[in-house]
């Protein structure tokens, strides 16, 4: 089977120290330069796609709730408020009995 299938061959030009480095980090990985160059290319490339969905899901979430969230949060915050006045009428009950020094 011939390796070059599904393969492209390029020709770049990068600055001497880049590419001395690449030479380098490849060496040291043990792999040809062409695989060092493809994983770093797929790398960016995950990278970029990875912070625009990023953006976009900020866009979504970074905007004013709409008036159905708006009505469930009120809600939320309705239950969480009766939760702290029970909790509280619990603990003064419990003061009044257990916690309170006697007089």
């Not at 330069?33 to 912070?51: G, M, P, T, W």
């Not at 909790?87 to 257990?98: C, R, S, T």
């Amino acid at each position: 089977m011939d390796s070059t299938v599904g393969k492209v061959k390029v020709t770049v030009s990068l600055p001497k120290e880049l590419f001395d480095r690449a030479e380098a980090e490849a060496a040291t990985l043990q792999v040809s330069r062409s695989r060092l160059f493809a994983d770093a290319i797929a790398s960016y490339l995950y990278r970029q796609e990875n912070h625009r969905i990023t953006e976009q899901l900020d866009a979504v979430y970074n905007g004013e709730p709409d008036l159905e969230e708006k009505e469930i949060l009120e809600m939320g915050r309705r239950a969480y408020v009766r939760i702290l006045e029970r909790e509280a009428k619990e603990e003064g009950a419990w003061m009044e009995n257990w916690g309170a020094p006697k007089r």
